[in-house]
């Protein structure tokens, strides 16, 4: 089973930028989608962005289409996300997880690795 170690989380104002990476273990990664999730304070986890194996395919939440940018290295293992013009809602947990299929999903469902979470705190 593959392990995922998020890291790039921290403190920044409204409007900064961050950039989240997550480097997977084993030799698997290049097969599978792979996504970014959030959980906010007192809410569920939900879903943020998704890349197909290959790179080619994304698709984002609502909330931070035009804002936040998937991007994956598959030399590399890592998958990546890139954060512009920050606001305090996108306050939370983020988590990036491997995908069942090469595709990418919404459905938290079709991850069956996680990693441990990254804090990305936004202040007004």
């Known amino acids: 089973q593959v392990q995922l170690v998020e890291s790039g989380g921290g403190l920044v104002q409204a409007g900064g930028s961050l950039r989240l990476s997550c480097a997977a273990s084993?030799?698997?990664?290049?097969?599978?989608?792979m996504g970014w999730f959030r959980r906010a304070p007192g809410k569920e986890r939900e879903f943020v962005a998704t890349i197909s194996r290959s790179g080619d395919n994304t698709y984002y939440a609502d909330s931070v289409k035009g804002r936040f940018t998937i991007s994956r290295d598959n030399a590399k293992n890592t998958v990546y996300l890139q954060m512009n013009s920050l606001k305090p809602e996108d306050t939370a947990v983020y988590y990036c997880?491997?995908?069942?299929?090469?595709?990418?999903?919404?459905?938290?469902?079709?991850?069956?690795?996680w990693g441990q979470g990254t804090q990305v705190t936004v202040s007004s």
């Open positions: 084993g030799r698997t990664f290049s097969r599978y989608a």
């Open positions: 997880a491997q995908g069942q299929y090469s595709s990418g999903s919404y459905n938290q469902r079709e991850y069956y690795s």
